[in-house]
């Protein structure tokens, strides 16, 4: 499975930009969300996990394969109906705001077959609220697609996230098969039959050291030929012990200031897996891809990075977890009922809890996750906070916080180079396209 599709995190309740907001009175802040939630609408969103890690490929970068032998971990299995009941019940009995999204991840979801799917559908309308519109999306990887799964998909409003990397040459350096043989033929006619279909799809490209260096070719192939209007793009950054060690419980005074050899890939003691993009290449594919978009295909291309921009700098606020000010509204829920603070964060360390046990809205707003929230903003480096793109980056995902500055303050993003050569070059034109927007109606396109 690729980086997962990050979902919006909103601000807790009564948070203000830029301090974390203060609670009421005698209220201690990260007890002021389960105290006070009930007073306006309750967001949240999880990512669902019913075969957990299980996949048919082996890509080479994936960060959740490992998870079937992660020491005290979700382990394999598969969701059972009992589980899949109580957590469909949960969530939408806990999200009050007007729509419910589920997202069904992996591993690879279409490992539990269409009955698995036929049945969530069943359960969903069985609880689903008066007035409350329940969504389902899919990530995949495309390779077990068929028409009934096309037929399936249309008919109960699905929208797929399609896994793929670019042309057939940079698809298939990483994501092979377990025997290590290409996938990307599978993975194209998995695109025809969306289009022969009607399926709506979204494409989730990975990038990483080798297709970030081609960004052009990967862009005009995504359009041109798979007909993808809305692209996301997820940079690869693996530290070095992932498998085991869970994010933040590494050795900060061994972390490589930036600048120096080992916070880049391929150099023998990088913090990095080899395979994971090199900031500079990250900053010049996310220019080169935005050059062209601005170019030609505003208002006909959607580009996960570049849309939250323009999303930010309206005052209407980041579309995507990683350049929110706090996270925690997007957890992930494993097979077996537990619950851990992100998918990019099931680690012992990050369990909150089992849906088997407490109350899945209880969880995600409990003490401990506010807290996980909140770290986002509090631990920010000097660094960071006097940085003139602050409030367009907000240290992006903590997850990849793994070097320190050249003063040597831990908790500075291994991304950091690539997104300031990014926001320097967007935000000027950012700001253009704002001001013209501002001019003229904007009508919100509808999710499907």
């Known amino acids: ?30 007890d002021a969300p389960s105290m006070l939630g009930n007073q306006g609408q309750r967001r949240f969103h999880a990512m669902i996990k019913p075969g957990g890690s ?18 005290n971990g979700p382990g394999t299995g598969r969701m059972s109906d009992e589980i899949l ?42 609880h689903a609220k008066p007035g409350q519109r329940i969504e ?15 037929v399936f998909l249309k008919q109960n409003r699905f929208l797929v996230g399609l896994s793929i990397d670019g042309p057939e040459e940079l698809h298939d350096q990483y994501r092979v098969t377990k025997g290590g043989g290409p996938t990307f033929a599978k993975v194209f006619n998995a695109v025809k039959l969306f289009q022969r279909h009607g399926v709506p799809f979204n494409t989730l490209t990975c990038v990483n050291r080798h297709n970030a260096r081609r960004p052009l070719d990967v862009y005009r192939f995504l359009k041109n030929e798979v007909g993808s209007t809305y692209m996301q793009f997820i940079p690869i950054v693996e530290y070095k012990g992932f498998e085991k060690t869970a994010p933040h419980h590494w050795d900060h005074s061994a972390l490589p200031r930036d600048g ?29 891809v935005f050059d062209r978009w601005h ?16 999303s930010q700098h309206m005052g209407l606020g980041s579309q995507l977890c990683v350049y929110s000010e706090l996270c925690g509204k997007g957890v992930a829920l494993e097979h077996d009922g537990r619950v851990y603070s992100c998918d990019h964060y099931v680690y012992p360390e990050y369990q909150i809890g089992n849906i088997k ?31 003139a793109y602050l409030t367009d980056c907000w240290g992006e995902c903590p997850k990849n916080r793994i070097i320190r500055t ?12 690539g997104f300031r050569k990014f926001f320097a070059r967007a935000v000027p034109e950012v700001k253009r396209i704002v001001a013209g927007l501002q001019q003229r109606p904007v009508h919100a396109r509808r999710r499907m």
């Not at 499975?1 to 979902?7: E, K, N």
């Not at 030609?296 to 921009?309: R, W």
Request: hydrophobic letters at 30%.
């Open 85 to 126: 009941e109580r957590f469909i019940q949960q969530y939408i009995a806990g999200v009050t705001g007007p729509e419910v999204v589920f997202s069904w991840q992996g591993g690879e979801p279409t490992l539990m077959g269409l009955d698995f799917f036929r049945k969530v559908v069943e359960i969903e309308k069985k």
């Open 406 to 417: 050249v003063d040597g303050e831990p908790g500075l993003n291994y991304l950091c180079r």
């Open 54 to 71: 299980a996949c048919n490929l082996d890509c080479s970068y994936c960060f959740y394969l490992n998870k079937e032998t992660l020491p």
């Open 260 to 288: 120096e050899p080992a916070s880049r890939p391929g150099h023998p003691d990088s913090i990095v897996t080899d395979w994971s993009v090199d900031p500079d290449d990250w900053g010049y594919f996310l220019c080169s």
């Open 357 to 387: 046990d407490r109350a899945l809205d209880q969880q995600v707003f409990s003490r401990a996750q506010v807290k996980f929230g909140y770290a986002k903003h509090e631990t920010l480096p000097k660094y960071c906070r006097q940085c």
């Open 136 to 150: 389902n999306d899919l990530q995949t990887n495309g390779t077990l697609i068929d028409e009934e799964w096309c």
């Open 1 to 30: 499975m690729p980086p997962s599709i990050p979902q919006p995190a909103p601000r807790p309740e009564g948070s203000k930009p830029g301090v974390g907001g203060s609670p009421p009175q005698g209220i201690d802040k990260y």
């Open 295 to 310: 170019k030609n295909d505003i208002g006909k291309v959607m580009v996960n990075h570049f849309e939250t921009l323009v």
